[in-house]
Each structure stands twice: as C-alpha cells, then as structure tokens.
C-alpha cells in the first residue's frame, strides 16, 4: 500500500543532489535525466525512511 501521503518533499531545502535516489528501493524518487532534478512519486513510496538519512539538506519529511 502507499504511504506517499505521510512522506513530503520540502522543494525549498531539496538541492536535487540526487542521493535519495540511488538508496529508495521502490523508485519513487528517480532522477529526470533531462532535467537533472529529482521527481517524487508519491504513490511508489512506501514511507520505509531511507530516503531521509542521505538527505544532505534533510529535505525529505514523514509525518505519520
């Protein structure tokens, strides 16, 4: 089941450094390869919380 709902990208703080990506085992972040900038698909995301170490500017958030 998603849990996108209960994970949020803050688009203030993302840099779109794209060390999320390499570590969510679902794809819900993927980088665009054209764009050079992270997506977050929210219905992927299983709010497992291993986006949120890597985060260097800690942008991603849960909230349960």
């Known amino acids: ?10 688009d203030a703080r993302c840099t779109h ?5 390499v ?4 794809g819900a972040l993927a980088l665009d390869p054209k764009t050079r900038m992270v997506n977050f698909y929210e219905d992927k995301c ?8 890597p985060c260097p500017p800690r942008a991603m958030e849960v909230h349960f």
């Open 23 to 26: 570590i969510c085992p679902t």
């Open 46 to 53: 299983t709010a497992c919380e291993l986006c949120m170490l």
């Open 17 to 21: 450094c794209g060390a999320c990506v």
């Open 1 to 10: 089941q998603s849990l996108g709902q209960n994970v949020m990208r803050n």
